[in-house]
């Protein structure tokens, strides 16, 4: 007796297979007999079954905060950061709170059940942290909520964020985070790595920093942190997000950069939707994309993953809480159009994305957290392809979400009803 079957999927490896759920957990993944007594069967013949979507770097604390107090009218990084100040000040509890559990429903109908969220530490009254923190309580049953103690400010620049970043941590926040480039010096910003890599190494926490945000080829403080996470032994728990420059360095330099972030495990986190609108602005034509080097650092034996950043808020104005949208365009940015490198975007935005975060418990294996994304996709290039709509969501062994099959009802005369997107070579 299973509390859920779900029959007849196809597993992103291609398998096709019935997958049984008891107490939470997968507790059979194998052709099951017909008459298997289920409390709920949901039939996902031929349908794409996926581990859930994880997202390793957003900002729930600014999410549906778009044109409050205005709009970023220049559309850079430095006027939604200067746009978030001023929202910082008329914002209350209840409204971050409600914001960011209305965005967490979005992601719940798409299947994306776990994100690194940053939250911003540069305010005496941490404000966005314990309404963060409420949040990740009241979502837990369905959404793993990890948070990232970021100083958006400058952990040195505000004079107030590096105490106001312990009482964050103190407070259960449990990644430590950083913006180097934005320190007042490069000197300053490589200090900041060093001080926020030591803080992680004595409390024993991961690390993610906003790191190198800018086209600047000469803003190279991803060295630092490669360096600190080796000096420190924090191999395989740090990341670095963003890595814009990368993008403009000089080629000799970035040969040598990236056997260092391999040898010191540092995994990067690149957020495509947000680095093709912010990055490039200062450029006349050609235009720079601002993405940083993907397939040269997963050909080094980098993990990267794939990150959304933002929806409706002072840096993006658009955003739908699907990782799918994610994945595609940064297949589009990186140029990723091999089956392989397409493929692999689908587990930038799955498995790799949920080893950046640590999950337990994650995948489709026995034993394994019974949750689960039902698409109707047959498999993952072609989810990339359509996007398409999420028939049944599974967290922890419960179904959260459901979403009919909607095919365009057709009215043309001598051709079928219904046009339906899907298609196997
Ligand atoms: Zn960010």
Known sequence: MFDIVVKGGILP?????????????????????????????????GDLVSPPFVDPHFHLDATLSYGIPRINASGTLLEGIALWGELKKVMTFEEVRDRALAYCDWAAS????????????????????RALLEVREKVKDYIDL???????????????????????????????????????????????VRALCELAAERGLMVDMHCDETDDPLSRHIETLAFETQRLGLQGRVAGSHLTSMHSMDNYYVSKLLPLMAEAQVSAIPNPLINIVLQGRHDTYPRRRGLTRVKEMQAHGIRVGWGQDCVRDPWYSLGTADMLDVAFMGLHVAQMTHPEEMRRCFDMVTTENAAIMGLAGYGLEVGCVAS??????????????????????????????????????????????????????
């Open 372 to 425: 689960l994304v039902v698409l109707d996709a047959g498999d993952p290039v072609e989810a990339i392809r359509l996007r398409p709509d999420r028939l049944a969501v599974i967290a922890k062994g419960k179904v959260i979400s459901r979403k009919a099959r909607n095919d365009a009802r057709l009215a043309l005369p001598g051709r079928p009803g219904t046009a339906r997107r899907r298609h196997r070579a």
């Open 110 to 129: 798409m299947g994306l059940l776990a994100i690194r969220s940053h939250v911003d530490t540069c305010d005496d009254r941490l404000l966005g942290v």
């Open 146 to 192: 990890q948070l990232v103690a970021f100083p958006q400010d400058g952990v040195f620049r505000d004079p107030a964020a590096w105490d106001n970043t312990l009482r964050a941590l103190d407070l259960g926040v449990e990644v430590v985070g950083g913006i180097p480039h934005f320190e007042r010096t490069m000197e300053e910003g490589a200090r900041s």
């Open 13 to 45: 490896d291609g398998r096709q297979t019935d997958i049984g759920i008891r107490g939470g957990r997968i507790a059979a993944v194998e052709r099951l007999p017909e008459a298997v007594e289920a409390g709920e069967v949901i039939d996902a013949t």
